[in-house]
């Protein structure tokens, strides 16, 4: 069993940058393929941003693409995701997942564990 933990959300004005991180337990993520999704109110979760287990492959949703980063370190067993440039668009409850598999995949359904998710809130 993983367990994750995300903090660093927040309260932050349109333009400005936030850095969320993931604290993984229970077992090493090492070999996991790690991600970043989103939910806004009444929206479906979508995918924002991934990474494969050694950091050398990456992917990102188009809306976040050149403004967010994703990033881990293993040896720390920690998830992080650069967000700049923040958008009204961009608010919603993000969640950090992982996945027993070497392949970066968006969607939810294809991740086997789960964090309780860190608000971000972005005003105009």
């Known amino acids: 069993q993983v367990q994750l933990v995300e903090s660093g959300g927040g309260l932050v004005q349109a333009g400005d940058s936030l850095s969320l991180s993931c604290v993984a337990s229970?077992?090493?993520?090492?070999?996991?393929?790690m991600a970043w999704f989103r939910q806004a109110p009444g929206e479906e979760r979508e995918f924002v941003a991934g990474?494969?287990?050694?950091?050398?492959?990456?992917r990102y949703a188009d809306s976040v693409e050149g403004r967010f980063t994703v990033s881990r370190d293993n040896y720390k067993n920690t998830l992080y995701l650069q967000m700049n440039s923040l958008k009204p668009e961009d608010t919603a409850v993000y969640y950090c997942?992982?996945?027993?598999?070497?392949?970066?995949?968006?969607?939810?359904?294809?991740?086997?564990?789960w964090g309780q998710g860190t608000q971000v809130t972005v005003s105009s």
């Open positions: 229970g077992r090493t993520i090492r070999t996991y393929v």
């Open positions: 990474i494969s287990w050694s950091g050398q492959s990456t």
């Open positions: 997942s992982a996945r027993e598999n070497i392949v970066i995949r968006t969607t939810d359904s294809e991740y086997d564990y």
